[in-house]
């Protein structure tokens, strides 16, 4: 719709600098004609456009015009939020809270209704399951590191179950599936890791700062190599019909076959580590390693250790 179009429009100048025909015209799919007359729409709707021509030329608004509160709607405004208390709950900020309280002190009685009307729609709660206070104190604390360019002292322990004293500076929380994990500087490895908080132990503020170094990108992180560090291997896995709940929490459905008789089989280039031992040990016998046999052996081998201590 032409109306859509023209709002999506509005909403794109306002959070550009300058964009051209050309790109508007790719981006809605029209052609350079149709983007002229929205043009010109806007204008005799007393939208500030500014026409600048050349080769650096495109259209921009005039700096000092910001977009009416009206134009957000009723679900957007609960969208947003219902993520300011997520982030409000999770780092115990005021700034959160003050924000809400702006936002609907911009609110006609009627905007406010649609809101509240579509609050409950959607919920974030940052804080893995059972770790509550605990967890939201370490956020807290890395937060507070970041901010002030703190260095933070902790007892760690990797994916192997090694333990070492670091030091090191924060730069970045993030949350990443259902766990808060870190970037920060190590002073002990000499560059930047990834550390989940749910390993780090005895966290504590120092009184020493630090000047920001060049970090890398969050992008360019490797996560499967930052949880295990173990090389890929193919495998095969065979679960029991009552065990289909738990593999949909963990595989991928494209990982996932489902056979005749209700089980499933999972194929996947996994990393076999410790915790994946453990995790198919969770299973018991609801599941069958088929391949590699070397896996096979190991868990067979880990099973005949839990069962003997019961003997």
Known sequence: MKIDRLLAITVLLLGRKRVTAAELAERFEVTMKTIYRDMETLGMAGLPIVSHQGAAGGYEIMEQFTLDRQLVTGREIASLLAALKGMHYALDDRTFASLEEKIRALLTKTDEQDGDKHSAELVFDFHPWGQGPLNRDKVILFRKAIRERRRVRLRYLDGSGEESFRSVEPYTLIMKGSSWYVQA???????????????????????????????????TIGWKREWSGHTEIEVILCYRPEALHRVLDIFRPDQIRYEADGSCRVQACLPVDDWFHSMLLSFGAQVKVLHPPSLAEEIRQQAILMLQQYE
């Open 185 to 219: 500087y190590c002073t002990l490895r000499e560059d930047y890791r990834l550390f989940r908080l749910s390993r780090v132990m005895e966290p504590v503020l120092e009184q020493q700062t630090f000047i920001m170094r060049n970090p890398p990108e969050l992008e």
